[in-house]
């Protein structure tokens, strides 16, 4: 009789031990996906924030506008001229949206992956997975591009709007409704590669890195960087784009505020500045990009783990 009263709860702590807190169980609703991404995407956005500006203002496309020779010359620069606050501008826009584009993003992604069988097994999926990242990247994008063209003409320099709710006001009354999605394409054509080989990327290291699939914040910390650098460095000719078109509303050059579409914008930055015009702001981008993503997929996965303890 004591041996079998012993029984029962050594199987339960065998259960416990080996669940899978990758996908969260089935039971769960939307909330817990979308809190988990919802916090990757304001930890992710807000922290290396200062260096998104740097890499905004090295892009601009101007003639005889303020060049910078590098990530340190810029902020000794901008603080100089502007004040070290001046690296902060618009990041209220930022985190009024990632939180829920981020929330948006990642239950579309577990959403999807799920439904393209990317988590059927222990094999890797880089189809599903990468479906299910374009998939999420479409739906957050739509929601975030607004708050992203805000966010880039608050950094530029020259252009101090009191507040978000001023900046979006001035855009809307100067340039209409149209000018808070025109990079919406452009930004498609940047995100759903990038997307791809983050997701992708972050999923080959962390199953080569932790192939036990535990909660790790070490390797998801690790691979999350990774993934983000090479999605960053591979994408920067589209963000370079993207910026040009979410900030020409800003520039007195006539040539630039008429271009309104992808190809154009890429005529101008080629005729202008030649296929170096597109790595502007790579390093930024990389130094920004590589530890937000790791950041965001070590929130992620911890507020995951930590809401499948829980519910």
Same mark, same amino acid.
């Given at each position: 009789?004591?041996?079998?009263?012993?029984?029962?709860?050594?199987?339960?702590?065998?259960?416990?031990?080996?669940?899978?807190?990758?996908?969260? @169980?089935?039971?769960?609703?939307?909330?817990?996906?979308?809190?988990?991404?919802?916090?990757?995407?304001?930890?992710?956005?807000?922290?290396?924030?200062?260096?998104?500006?740097?890499?905004?203002?090295?892009?601009?496309?101007?003639?005889?506008?303020? +060049?910078?020779?590098?990530?340190?010359?810029?902020?000794?620069?901008?603080?100089?001229?502007?004040?070290?606050?001046?690296?902060?501008?618009?990041?209220? +826009?930022?985190?009024?949206?990632?939180?829920?584009?981020?929330?948006?993003?990642?239950?579309?992604?577990?959403?999807?992956?799920?439904?393209?069988?990317?988590?059927?097994?222990?094999?890797?999926?880089?189809?599903?997975?990468?479906?299910?990242?374009?998939?999420?990247?479409?739906?957050?994008?739509?929601?975030?591009?607004?708050?992203?063209?805000?966010?880039?003409?608050?950094?530029?320099?020259?252009?101090?709007?009191?507040?978000?709710?001023?900046?979006? #006001?001035?855009?809307?009354?100067?340039?209409?409704?149209?000018? !808070?999605?025109?990079?919406? @394409?452009?930004?498609?054509?940047?995100?759903?590669?990038?997307?791809?080989?983050?997701?992708?990327?972050?999923?080959?290291?962390?199953? !080569?890195?932790?192939?036990?699939?535990?909660?790790?914040?070490?390797?998801?910390? /690790?691979?999350?960087?990774?993934?983000?650098?090479?999605?960053?460095?591979?994408?920067? @000719?589209?963000?370079?784009?993207? #910026?040009?078109?979410?900030?020409?509303? +800003? +520039?007195?050059?006539?040539?630039?505020?008429?271009?309104? &579409?992808?190809?154009?914008?890429?005529?101008? /930055?080629?005729?202008?500045?030649?296929?170096?015009?597109?790595?502007?702001?790579?390093?930024?981008?990389?130094? &920004?990009?590589? @530890?937000?993503?790791?950041? &965001?997929?070590?929130?992620?996965?911890?507020?995951? !783990?930590?809401?499948?303890?829980?519910?």
């Amino acid at each position: 009789m004591l041996q079998t009263e012993k029984n029962p709860p050594t199987i339960i702590e065998e259960d416990e031990e080996e669940f899978d807190y990758e996908a969260l @169980p089935k039971n769960t609703s939307l909330a817990s996906n979308l809190m988990a991404g919802a916090f990757a995407g304001i930890m992710e956005h807000t922290v290396m924030y200062p260096v998104d500006a740097i890499k905004t203002r090295m892009q601009i496309v101007s003639k005889g506008g303020v +060049s910078y020779s590098g990530i340190s010359n810029a902020i000794s620069r901008i603080s100089a001229t502007e004040g070290a606050r001046a690296l902060w501008r618009g990041i209220t +826009s930022v985190a009024i949206g990632a939180g829920p584009a981020h929330a948006v993003y990642f239950s579309v992604y577990e959403h999807t992956k799920q439904q393209f069988g990317g988590n059927e097994g222990t094999g890797y999926h880089p189809i599903a997975t990468s479906l299910a990242g374009a998939c999420a990247t479409i739906a957050s994008d739509a929601l975030m591009n607004p708050f992203d063209v805000i966010k880039q003409r608050m950094q530029l320099a020259g252009h101090l709007y009191p507040n978000i709710a001023a900046c979006a #006001t001035s855009i809307y009354r100067t340039e209409g409704f149209s000018a !808070f999605y025109i990079s919406y @394409p452009t930004t498609l054509f940047m995100n759903i590669p990038l997307t791809a080989l983050n997701f992708t990327t972050y999923e080959a290291l962390s199953k !080569f890195l932790n192939p036990q699939r535990k909660y790790d914040p070490l390797t998801h910390c /690790i691979a999350g960087g990774l993934a983000g650098a090479v999605a960053a460095a591979a994408t920067t @000719p589209m963000d370079v784009i993207k #910026t040009f078109l979410q900030t020409k509303g +800003s +520039s007195s050059d006539p040539e630039i505020r008429n271009t309104n &579409s992808l190809v154009d914008a890429s005529r101008v /930055i080629y005729r202008r500045e030649g296929l170096k015009g597109f790595m502007r702001g790579l390093r930024p981008r990389i130094v &920004s990009n590589m @530890p937000s993503t790791a950041i &965001s997929w070590t929130g992620y996965e911890m507020a995951k !783990f930590y809401l499948y303890r829980s519910w």
